[in-house]
């Protein structure tokens, strides 16, 4: 019983930590399209990769303990959030590919989803994040939105 409420207050917690983040970048209107907090700041940080980026962009998802390792490397540490957390919030908006061969074989990649991404064991378990650019069009619209809205501090860079 101790065990399952201690997870209980640490997952409300986590939700708490998000949706402060979501509310202080100014991205709320993201929610009216039926996000999760946790799934916006996925977006907002993928967002900003992207625009980079625009192709795809490769990342560990975890700090290497075999390497050092730079800023900007680990998506962990940006979003700070732990890899099983981050796959419920990915699924709402992203289709992972545990292999390179698994994605190339798909005839759909995306899923109509926004985001895929492609584990290439091959090169350190790094991960590749591919933008669905026909489906992010909306997303796009409601950044610009929030950013008219007199947001600052929005570490997204859509809006300039």
Same mark, same amino acid.
């Given at each position: 019983?101790? /065990?399952n409420?201690q ?6 917690n ?5 949706t /402060?983040a979501?509310? %202080?970048?100014?991205?709320? %209107?993201? $929610?009216k399209?039926?996000?999760s907090?946790?799934t916006i700041v996925?977006i ?6 992207? $625009?980079?980026s ?8 975890? &700090?290497?303990?075999?390497? %050092? ?19 419920? =919030?990915?699924?709402? /908006?992203?289709?992972r590919y545990?292999?390179?061969? &698994? ?7 995306f &899923?109509g989803?926004? =985001?895929?991404?492609?584990?290439d ?7 590749k994040y591919?933008?669905?650019?026909q489906?992010t069009?909306? /997303? ?10 007199g ?10």
């Amino acid at each position: 019983m101790k /065990i399952n409420i201690q997870l209980e207050i640490k997952e409300v917690n986590k939700r708490n930590k998000y949706t /402060i983040a979501v509310e %202080a970048k100014g991205l709320t %209107a993201l $929610r009216k399209l039926g996000y999760s907090d946790g799934t916006i700041v996925i977006i907002e940080r993928l967002e900003f990769s992207f $625009r980079k980026s625009p192709d795809g962009f490769d990342k560990h998802f975890e &700090e290497r303990k075999d390497q %050092a390792n730079l800023d900007g490397e680990c998506l962990s540490s940006e979003l700070d959030m732990e890899k099983t957390t981050f796959k419920k =919030y990915f699924k709402e /908006i992203g289709v992972r590919y545990l292999s390179l061969e &698994e994605y190339l074989s798909s005839s759909d990649k995306f &899923e109509g989803k926004l =985001y895929c991404s492609v584990l290439d064991t091959d090169n350190h378990k790094r991960t590749k994040y591919y933008r669905n650019h026909q489906s992010t069009g909306l /997303i796009e619209l409601f950044f610009q939105q929030d950013c008219s809205q007199g947001t600052d501090n929005l570490n997204m860079g859509v809006a300039e």
